[in-house]
């Protein structure tokens, strides 16, 4: 096989491919972690946003600091994006969300809850794992806003410029 026939191999032909097996592999099977309410919490992060995130299973609630998710997400987009992880789990209208949040925007907040159902649903279904890592769910989102440094008018802008 040569180094052109290795570049033009795609996702999907890696996706299909056996994976390579040890005959000393064993399976790891990883315990479900529930509280005595048959509830998995995780915490979700983003930006200046914190998620503290409840899944217990149920009809789809999903309650935001008190409020139904519809109210205290207006924005469909927001709405949208913390419906994700359930969409992608095939696991939609399965389980109840309870969740307070708090710092930073609504995107932040919005992300943060994504965050923290995703790792909640890991913690209740580890098998679902796999799935949500390739969504890209449990990757915290580190970027956050750049600090202002002194002598600049924000983080980089400087002052406007006068020759006299």
Not at 22 to 48: C, I, L, M, N, Q
Request: proline share 4%.
């Amino acid at each position: 096989m040569s180094d052109t026939d290795t570049q033009t191999r795609t996702l999907a032909d890696l996706a299909q491919a056996p994976i390579a097996t040890s005959a000393d592999a064993v399976a790891v099977h990883v315990e479900p972690k529930r509280d005595e309410f048959g509830r998995s919490y995780a915490t979700g992060r983003r930006k200046d946003a914190v998620a503290r995130v409840w899944i217990k299973p149920g009809k789809g609630d999903i309650s935001v600091n008190g409020k139904k998710a519809a109210q205290y997400f207006a924005r469909p987009v927001l709405r949208m994006l913390i419906t994700q992880p359930f969409l992608v789990a095939d696991r939609y209208n399965q389980f109840d969300v309870i969740c307070t949040v708090n710092g930073g925007g609504l995107s932040g907040q919005a992300g943060a809850v994504r965050h923290g159902i995703s790792r909640a649903l890991t913690y209740y279904e580890p098998e679902l794992r796999g799935i949500l890592k390739v969504a890209g769910f449990l990757t915290r989102d580190s970027r956050t806003v750049e600090r202002k440094k002194y002598g600049r008018a924000k983080a980089r802008k400087s002052f406007q410029f006068s020759k006299r």
